[in-house]
């Protein structure tokens, strides 16, 4: 048993904390990106016509059911919620599929929530939205990353996006309360091309004169292929959130298993030859304060003392 | 054959004189004690993985076409030095791994390095005659995270670039020789191509030179002045009470020297450090956020985000812009203070005598909740380098992150340091406090007050410590080699000769009993004048 | 069973010493238990070593490497160690210290030593002494000059030079000249002087917002009527705190954040880049722009103040 607890024991500690650590770092990684990976560059389902009456018909029922509370019932907005008219296509498609709406409360954000509605649902939302006054930027059709460039749409993303997002696609807060989401969040390309269209909130709008389409299908491939898969050949990826973790994982896990081994090598505080009473040798009170100790003499005469006296037993 | 060996160099060079002083040298035990040693020893693995690095790292800001393995790279224009870096990372064997070794070792070293100087701050080992090796310590630290800074600033990625980008800035801020200290370091006026060439020769070769040097003075003062002890164990001001150099010592420590190298292998196995490649080259118009030094400089990053935005204009020039105070005055009146810090104590408390022994930190409750308290002050600091990252994961909004820092920073010590003064103050009014307990029996009194008295010794407690063996004026012959005589393994033949001399103790021939047999044993017990030969 | 620790007051002191006293006998009550423990320990050092050996020659991935050449280390650490904990003679032992401080005698000698050789070299000939340190003090000084002033030129007139001139056009990283149609109501661009695309000091950031109502233009402060025109407004990138770029733009909030330190400018009518929070100390420079008859974007003028952070007898 002693040799369980002298040895065997610290190598124990190492391996569980080393497997606790991975499993759990493991999880978090996992948690950050989305349950659903779509194959990205295509749509859920690829609605290659919006002016189908079925669809209206259908999204009207569903627009009164999801979204007439706040924003009316012809989309003309309320105190509540702005107006939908001619917003276009890829805003509402945008703001469904990423769980954005509908609102449970007016906040400053909305959130990414789980999504309840379907594509099929949301596409005919779109189709009746976009059927009550036409404009704003239509949703993407024909997505594809064929002929996306990964270098040039990091070179853009890292301009453009990275400054809000960082450069990790790890999302950050910004000021006034308000925040650049995570884009392990985005489910597609589309999304990704929409939301560069359109700037949802504080988002900047970038027009085809900003970020050209093809730049834009470049950066689309980049965030939906390298930023919600980074090639983390190093190990565990710790977030993204720059070198501050690696700093707590490094003081922590690096020097505090170095501390750990080095309280097994050494040797623990005097096992003392204190007596039962509590008075250590160094001749103070308890209690006392020690500025102003007096010089090495009193120990001398303590410590002659204890030498000749060795308390310890033979 | 290594008979020969060590007397053909000992014939010539004499070791055997001073070495016996060598292999007989004591160290104290205590854990707290290694601290150092992870220092030293990740020193040694980022020597070692160092050079690993210098073999393929390119220290030129010459532009540079990747085509790789890691396809957003691929056809990008880069330097040289992020180009070596990415290949390093991809495509040479082992790379990654030398890489990520070589900066956790860094976080680890720097690390140490302070856990150390809290353990000699605590104990007051920078007492006399201790306050040199204090100074040195204190320049290897400066040292050793501005040679930090330069590593991970190398490879020229966009992180590590953008700090760059702040230190020419910081440098600007200097008074009057501001200007032209960043144009004569850098080379002219931001970015410039002098930048990683200089960086190199500076992280390569001066700063660890300088390091090793001083390393090597910190080192010797410790073997000449002797390590600290705590009280206990029959210690005192004259005396040291550990295990020999030889065996124990260069066992314990050369086998946590692996232990250190199997931690930093483990986390650069395991953990992702300093991912370049994701962040790309440095483009001084392009930025990200969560953007952080290492976190041996993040209490500078810190400092400069919650200072207020002021700023000295005197008839419309400006004399201290804003970035002076966090970033210079800052880290100049700390590091003075402490390099200062034995002759402030000896100015405070009038201790100007030699100290062998050391105080356990309970033992100076002012000194200790002053260090915890400023302890505090840092790491409240290096906690306001990620405003941002907190403000998202917490979901507050940044500006209330901030003003709270700005409020944290001095709450944090003020509140410190009458708790850590309490917690002292109480484990000294502790009877035993801390140390390994021993049984007591607890007695109720007809009153109704309670005492204890401590048990017998049981078989299972502890072995009681036994009384120190004075190495310098003793003979050892290994005792756990079981041998019929003592000549057998009494190389120097001073038992025989003693034996001879008739310098037998009183005692006489009494281990004959524990002998072997039939054989006389010449075990005895001897009693050798001190410069016996 | 007892040993006295010797005296370090100079006395030879006999020693006792007992050949078979505990303090040499192994530290560990069971040490065949230990020494196979630390043999098993050593052997999966071993494996490990070898195991790195092998994931070397196939190429395996980073955390194989690590791992293994970590296990290689940590068998041997744990050996070592519990070879030097338990099998070894568990003490304690102690050697004398001595004061570090010499004898007055010493002192004397040294000092005598010293003095009485050096009063022949020097005495009478301080005038030497005096001339040699006059060399040596200007061998210091002059040794400076390489290892200092050659490093870099001197600062330019303490302005932080950017290349913008006036009439440059407004251009892409890529390039491209900048036209009125290229940015939305709420869109951001960066943007550097025609010839000098991606340079470090003349970065800028374009943005734009509605106009209020009624106005073509956005007057940010008295006297830049003309600066903004169509909604475009353009202020240095570089940071006036630190030198990062400023590289965020809040389009609802009508705010600039930089992403180093936070510092947040206000953007807009009235508000031409006012710090409103955070370490910055002065607003960001804003370049004046005009639009030219084939719609492209033009500097009126270079940025009126230098860029950047302060700096030392910087004219604000």
Partial sequence: ?314 | MINGLYDWIDDRVNISGGGRKMVNKIFPDHWSFMIGEIALYSFVILLATGVFLTLYFVPSSSDAVYTGPYLPLDGVHMSEAFLSTVNLSFSVRCGLLMRQMHHWSANIFVGAIVVHMCRVFFTGGFRRPRELNWIIGMNMLILAIFNGFLGYSLPDDLVSGTGIRISYSILETIPLVGTYLANFLFGGSFPGNSLIPRFYVLHVLILPAIIAGLLGAHLTLLVRQKHTQFKGHGATEHNVIGAPMWPTFIAKTNGFLFLVAAVTAILGALVQINPIWLYGPYRPYVVTYAVQPDWYMGWLDGGLRIMPHWQTVIAGHVIIPNAFWPAIVLPGITFTVLMMWPFIEQRITGDRADHQLLDRPRDRPKRTALGAAVLSFYFTLFGASATDVLANYLHVSLNSVLTSFQILVFAVPIVTYPVALKICRELQATAGGGKTKLHNIVIRSAEGGYSTVPSERRPGDTPPELEPVALDTSVILPALVASPSYEAVDRSGLGARAAADGLEGPEGNGAAAEGNGAEPTRRGVFRIPRNYR | ?316
């Fill in chain 3, 1 to 316: 069973m007892s040993a006295s620790t010797g005296d370090s007051h100079g006395e030879p002191t006999p020693v006792t010493i007992r050949l078979d006293a505990d303090q040499y006998k192994v530290a560990a009550a069971n040490p065949r238990e230990i020494e196979w423990t630390v043999a098993a320990t050593f052997l999966l050092g071993l494996a490990g070593f070898a195991g790195f050996g092998a994931a070397y020659w196939v190429n395996a991935s980073n955390a194989w490497l690590g791992g293994t050449l970590g296990l290689g280390f940590l068998g041997l650490g744990v050996g070592m160690v519990a070879w030097g904990k338990y099998l070894m003679p568990r003490g304690p032992f102690s050697e004398s210290r001595h004061s570090m401080v010499p004898s007055q005698a010493e002192k004397d000698r040294i000092i005598t030593d010293f003095s009485s050789r050096g009063k022949v070299v020097v005495e009478r000939r301080v005038f030497l002494t005096k001339i040699l340190g006059a060399a040596g003090a200007v061998f210091g000084v002059v040794v400076m000059f390489p290892l200092i002033r050659s490093l870099g030129p001197l600062p330019k007139g303490f302005s932080v030079a950017s290349t913008w001139h006036k009439d440059s056009p407004l251009v892409k990283i890529d390039g491209t000249k900048v036209h009125l149609d290229d940015v939305e109501y709420g869109g951001m661009l960066t943007v550097f002087p025609e010839g000098d695309a991606g340079g470090a000091l003349s970065q800028t950031m374009l943005v734009r917002q509605l106009p209020p109502k009624g106005e073509v233009n956005i007057v940010t402060a008295p006297g830049r009527e003309t600066w903004g025109p169509l909604g475009y407004m353009a202020f240095s990138k570089v940071c006036t705190h630190a030198g990062c770029p400023v590289g965020l733009y809040q389009e609802v909030t009508h705010q600039m954040l930089c992403p180093c330190h936070q510092s947040l400018f206000d953007v807009g009518p009235n508000k031409p880049a006012i710090p409103v929070f955070g370490p910055a100390p002065r607003p960001l420079p804003q370049l004046p722009l005009y639009v030219d008859a084939d719609g492209y974007l033009r500097a009126q003028a270079p940025y009126d103040q230098p860029v950047g952070p302060s700096f030392w007898w910087r004219r604000d």
């Fill in chain 1, 1 to 314: 048993m002693r040799l369980l607890r002298r040895f065997l024991l610290p190598f124990a500690v190492v391996v569980i904390a080393a497997a606790l650590g991975t499993f759990v770092l493991g999880r978090v990684q996992v948690a950050a990106s989305s349950t659903a990976m779509q194959n990205p560059g295509m749509k859920l389902t690829s609605a290659t016509s919006l002016t189908n009456a079925g669809m209206i018909a259908a999204g009207r029922t569903l627009f009164t059911e999801t979204c007439s509370t706040c924003h009316g019932g012809a989309a003309q907005g309320s105190v509540l919620a702005p107006s939908l008219l001619g917003v276009g296509g890829a805003t509402v498609d945008l703001w469904l599929t990423a769980g954005w709406m509908p609102l449970r409360t007016p906040e400053t954000q909305p959130e990414a929530k789980p999504v309840y509605l379907t594509p099929a649902q949301i596409d005919d939302i779109v189709a009746y939205v976009v059927s009550l006054k036409p404009g704003g930027v239509p949703v993407p059709t024909n997505v594809s990353l064929k002929n996306a460039n990964a270098a040039e749409g990091f070179a853009v993303f890292a301009l453009n996006c990275a400054p809000c997002h960082t450069i990790t696609g790890s999302g950050d807060a910004l000021a006034s309360g308000v925040s650049a989401p995570s884009l392990h969040l985005a489910k597609s390309a589309t999304m990704v091309l929409e939301a560069i269209r359109t700037g949802p909130q504080n988002m900047p709008r970038f027009g085809p004169g900003d970020i050209s389409d093809q730049q834009a299908l470049d950066v689309a491939l980049y965030v939906t292929k390298y930023i919600k898969s980074p090639r983390n050949i190093g190990g565990i990826g710790l977030g993204g959130v720059g070198p501050v973790a690696e700093g707590f994982v490094g003081l922590f896990v690096g020097v505090g298993v170095c501390l750990l081994a080095a309280y097994w090598v050494g040797d623990r505080t005097a096992r003392d030859d204190e007596d039962e009473h509590g008075h250590s040798d160094s001749g103070h009170d308890v209690g006392d304060d020690d500025e102003g100790e007096p010089a090495a003499a009193g120990d001398e005469a303590g410590e002659a003392a204890e030498e000749v006296g060795g308390t310890t037993d033979a």
